[in-house]
């Protein structure tokens, strides 16, 4: 009798294991189970290696799992870029006296973006105590709970930021009201980078090839965008301020720059982003955010209607540009004879 067999008799024999044995007894006889369906389309060596049948096949199962989630997670990348940068162009206009008017609707807008962020990751979920799960533990190496706890803590650290500076705005002059509000605004800021950051370390800690060959570039490229798009709220909502300007700039230039790497950078793991339906959205949303919005913003930009084309499309662009990514990493997972062709070449993705 074989050894396959005997592995096979002896999983047979004890039905009382433990659920790992019992997994490694499915797993033997799902090999066992391929092994004889290659070998009988012809291929006598097909038992020495099934697992590798095809491109999109492991075991007869699907090589890598599709992400699931739901509209509200794009949304959530954005907006919680959005408010994390929010956060720490509020203590950057606190620490240099800049433009003291900014502060304030900045940390109201960190404040928003901390308040709906929980609620379409709840949305996504499915349940609340689902997110509360998520806080049960705090696990340095998983990008997933770190996300969780970073957003509770930047929750905190901007309530506490705005409670102080409201007070003060009001009249309020206690020592401990100054205290809180630059504690308050110094946690933000670390967490608010974080916040806008995590989110592009989580996509590009998985296996899904577009991502994980993106992931040294993906952090900067969420950063900026988060910077332009509160750059450019803030311009819409009449702060035409020469900072906003130069930040406006400074975002769309990056983000072109982003752009032309992304398109030039033709590694076949790059193909979702380059061929198809999904790289026409994903080159709309980088024309909008790089050159276009540079474009209005140079010949424009000295008119206020100028300004305003020009923060309207760096915003579309930037949330279109999320939503183009998660999309890329569906079409990423369905399509993995690249990931087999580097692990048999013995490369890591």
Known sequence: MSTSANNRAAAEALPSVAPRKASEARLEEIK??????????????????????????????????????????????????????????????????????????????????????????????????????????????????????????????????????????????????????????????????????????????TAIPVWSENRNLLPAHFLVSGLGGSAAILELAGFLIPPMQFLGYAASGLETIFGAFFEFNRLPSNAPIHHGKLAAAFRVAGLFNGPLALLVRFFWGSVPAGRYAAAICFLAGSLLSRYAWIWAGRVSARDVGNQFAAQRAGEKI
């Open 32 to 205: 066992l189970a391929a092994g004889a369906a290659h070998a009988s389309n012809g291929n006598h060596l097909g038992h020495l290696n099934p697992q590798i049948q095809g491109r999109d096949s492991y075991y007869e199962l699907p090589a890598l799992k599709q992400p699931v989630w739901t509209w509200e997670v794009p949304l959530y990348f954005f907006l919680g870029g959005i408010s994390g940068v929010s956060a720490c162009m509020a203590f950057a206009a606190q620490i240099f006296h800049r433009d003291p008017d900014v502060i304030r609707p900045l940390l109201w807008m960190a404040l928003a973006g901390a308040a709906i962020c929980p609620a379409l990751l709840i949305a996504d979920l499915g349940r609340p105590s689902r997110f509360l799960y998520m806080l049960r533990v705090f696990k340095v190496q998983s990008p997933m709970s770190m996300g969780a706890w970073i957003l509770v803590a930047f929750a905190g650290s901007v309530f506490a930021a705005l409670l102080g500076h409201e007070l003060i705005l009001h009249g309020y002059t206690k020592p401990v009201l100054f205290v809180l509000r630059w504690i308050g605004e110094f946690s933000a800021t670390i967490t608010g980078m974080l916040l806008a950051t995590y989110t592009a370390v989580l996509i590009g800690a």
